[in-house]
């Protein structure tokens, strides 16, 4: 075999390895069912519709979808469960405890004024709303909605301009 032909193979190889490792990755941090269907895997049936329901008041549906639509409980079940250490597990779960314990009725019911007025005079509790608040609102920017269509998205993207005006960007920043 000549050098070129050594070349081209090995290209050709890496190429199908990099795809089909890009393809796990991206395809590993999907939650196994969705919807209706879906059974969370960190967290009880209870604390799950309340994450459900927090999201939805937080990133309710306008002209874009909202979290149930977008399915950010699912999303943030699976990230805890698969990313998060032991520790941080339980710290998300005590964290969302500590604020269900405070939501009289369903976290649906509740707006976000009121929200954070009853949560507001205690630190420890308003630390674990950010918390929860911060992995929900990280959850909505990860979405391929977001990413492709409320981002500027570049499959294959070019060259790199450091500084540019926001004009040449239509107004919107890059999706990561």
């Given amino acids: 075999m000549d050098r070129r032909s050594a070349i081209k193979y090995t290209s050709l190889t890496g ?7 890009i393809t796990g990755l991206i395809s590993g941090c999907k939650p196994e069912a969705s919807g209706v269907n879906y059974k969370p895997i960190l967290l009880d ?8 329901n927090l999201s939805e008041v937080l ?3 306008t002209d874009t979808p909202g979290a149930i639509e977008l399915e950010l409980a699912e999303w943030i079940d699976t990230i805890v469960k698969k990313c ?30 009121t929200l ?14 950010h918390s929860i608040k911060s992995t929900i609102a990280t959850a909505y ?22 500084c540019i005006p926001l004009s040449k960007t239509n107004g919107k920043a890059w999706t990561i």
């Avoid at 190429?15 to 490792?21: Q, R």
């Fill in 15 to 21: 190429v199908g390895i990099s795809s089909a490792f």
């Fill in 45 to 52: 049936q209870e604390k799950f519709v309340f994450l459900k």
């Fill in 59 to 61: 990133i309710p549906q």
């Fill in 84 to 113: 998060y250490t032991e520790e941080d597990q339980k710290q998300f779960s005590t964290n969302l405890d500590y604020i269900k314990s405070f939501c009289e009725g369903e976290a649906s019911e509740v707006s976000i004024l």
């Fill in 116 to 129: 954070e007025n009853v949560l507001g005079d205690n630190a420890s509790l308003m630390d674990a709303y």
């Fill in 141 to 162: 920017i990860a979405t391929e909605y977001v990413g492709t269509k409320l981002l500027n998205y570049l499959p294959v993207p070019g060259e790199y301009e450091a």
